[in-house]
């Protein structure tokens, strides 16, 4: 164990040797990474403006899907042939009109599943000439295995998969054309209908990508968290085959934004993004266009130096602060204790002489907090039902009243009383264990529709609830769900005691009407007895 005058001492003498190394070792690490700094903001600034544009162009596709498959859904009204042609034909009418609106659109198509229905196809509309969207001859999904995933992608795969979802790209069928694709499966009535979807055309994406340049040799590119290429704009990614795709550079795959690698004996560095449809945008440029000025390097290591030594002085007073602090907490526990308020919270554990002077007052301030809570548990706990008992009501009902006295009462309150009914026949059918269990079910869903009010057992088979605030507000409410509650626990109890009937009796707290808080209290009782007197009756 140290003191802490030494600690203070021996603490501030390790500043100063850390200070001093650290300007000598941050000298050398700001001289390096000096150069790069202004190129890696460049470049994350490039990424990040060119995954804004991407993921601008992919939402506004994937809404415009999603919108239309929102609809469909909403529109099938049964699977027969006529019925589900009708429907085709209104999601046609609709999805023409979302297409029209979205950039870059080449097809769009609603492709009903063989087994649904041998009859109704669904649709397929392109534009390849830029003049607008003619329907074209759908493509025979009865030709395909659909529980194979590699072929007919656009279908098989949304289907497998059961979400929406984004497909990198592929060659469409028939048309010949590399394309990006959205698809949102349709289902029905938990049944698998068809594929809605949109293929955007590939050299949308292209120009996208193409716009964003860094210095001469800078450029951006297409991939994935694997490492396959989607799209770069010095290989034809079209005309390779999984066997002639180029690897991606050791590094590229890496976890951090910035990334350093060697490319055809090229060093370089590199920034990516991950955009909204899984694909990472990548900017790289050639590390030899990157390097900065030196200049006025000096100067800022001189500064970084000042600043360090200032830091450090900083640091020992903030040390200093953190070896008083546990002092000024004792000093509040103190007299939070003083004020009879033992929930207090000292956090220093050092082994020093604060360290066990703290330990030692925390381990009597929970002595006595534990003490206190246990008597209060004993003196206003019922012990059947474990809410407050008539004792605990007293006094809420005392400190109401103050309050009203002082006028400190803003805001309105209601006191409710519940009679449990037929208790008597359960204790003398069943027992009195029947008869606890009665009362502990009663209890229990009291307490539970009634979750942010004092609730109280003031009687044998009486309790009551003082309501304020939301559930005050909330008391019609309240009161109907609760002879809810009731009428469900009889109907699906399987004894007598399982069931539970209330007689209940709220009463609002009028001024020009009550002249104390009792007077509430008798109003709710009374409310309490003529409904049950009416039970009787009836």
Request: glycine residues 6%; negative net charge.
């Amino acid at each position: 164990m140290r003191s802490l005058r030494t600690r203070i001492t021996v603490m501030t003498l390790c500043v100063v040797i850390v200070a001093v190394t650290t300007v000598a070792i941050l000298s050398v690490i700001f001289i390096r990474k000096n150069e790069r700094r202004d190129s890696d903001q460049l470049l994350l600034l490039l990424c990040e403006t060119g995954e804004r544009n991407l993921d601008y162009y992919f939402n506004s596709v994937q809404r415009s899907v999603e919108r239309v498959a929102s609809f469909a859904e909403d529109d099938i009204e049964g699977l027969d042939n006529v019925t589900l042609g009708n429907h085709v034909k209104r999601v046609e009418e609709y999805f023409d009109e979302m297409a029209s609106k979205t950039n870059g659109v080449l097809t769009y198509y609603y492709r009903i599943d063989p087994e649904v229905s041998d009859t109704v196809k669904g649709f397929w509309y392109t534009d390849l000439d830029g003049e607008g969207f003619r329907e074209h001859a759908v493509t025979d999904i009865t030709k395909y295995d659909t529980s194979d995933t590699s072929k007919l992608v656009w279908f098989t795969v949304p289907k497998y998969k059961g979400e929406s979802i984004w497909l990198p790209p592929y060659i469409t069928d028939n048309l010949d054309k590399r394309v990006i694709s959205y698809n949102v499966p349709i289902y029905w009535r938990g049944q698998f209908i068809g594929v809605i979807g949109i293929e955007i055309d590939y050299s949308v994406m292209a120009e996208q990508v193409d716009s964003i340049r860094l210095y001469e040799n800078g450029y951006a590119f297409l991939s994935d968290s694997e490492g396959n290429l989607f799209y770069h704009p010095r290989i034809d990614v079209s005309s390779l085959t999984p066997e002639t795709m180029p690897v991606i550079p050791e590094g590229m795959l890496s976890d951090s934004t910035f990334v350093y690698y060697t490319f055809e004996g090229v060093k370089k560095e590199a920034a990516w993004l991950q955009l909204g449809n899984g694909m990472r945008l990548n900017v790289t440029v050639p590390v030899s266009e990157t390097d900065g000025n030196w200049q006025a390097l000096i100067c800022n290591i001189l500064i970084l130096a000042t600043e360090v030594l200032v830091l450090a002085s900083i640091f020992t007073m903030l040390y200093t602060k953190r070896i008083t602090k546990p002092l000024e907490e004792l000093t509040e526990a103190a007299n939070r204790i003083d004020a009879n308020d033992y929930d207090i919270k000292l956090n220093y554990v050092e082994d020093d002489e604060l360290g066990r002077l703290t330990k030692t007052f925390k381990h009597l301030a929970y002595n006595m907090r534990d003490h206190i809570e246990g008597l209060n548990r004993q003196i206003y706990v019922d012990s059947l039902t474990l809410v407050k008992n008539k004792g605990a009501f007293t006094a809420y009902i005392d400190e109401l009243q103050d309050e009203l006295d002082k006028g400190s009462c803003n805001t309105g309150f209601a006191i409710g009383v519940f009679d449990c009914d037929d208790l008597k026949l359960v204790n003398d059918a069943h027992g009195h264990d029947k008869g606890d269990l009665y009362i502990k079910t009663a209890s229990h869903l009291i307490c539970t529709v009634f979750s942010r009010s004092p609730v109280f057992r003031i009687g044998g088979d009486e309790f009551s609830v003082i309501l304020r605030n939301e559930d005050f507000d909330s008391r019609e409410e309240l009161t109907a769900r609760i002879k809810k509650e009731l009428s469900d626990i009889s109907a699906s109890a399987a004894n007598s005691w399982e069931e539970v009937h209330l007689s209940m009796g709220i009463a609002v707290y009028d001024p020009g009407r009550d002249h104390s808080v009792n007077d509430v209290v008798r109003r709710a009782d009374q409310i309490m007895y003529e409904e049950k007197r009416l039970k009787k009756m009836g």
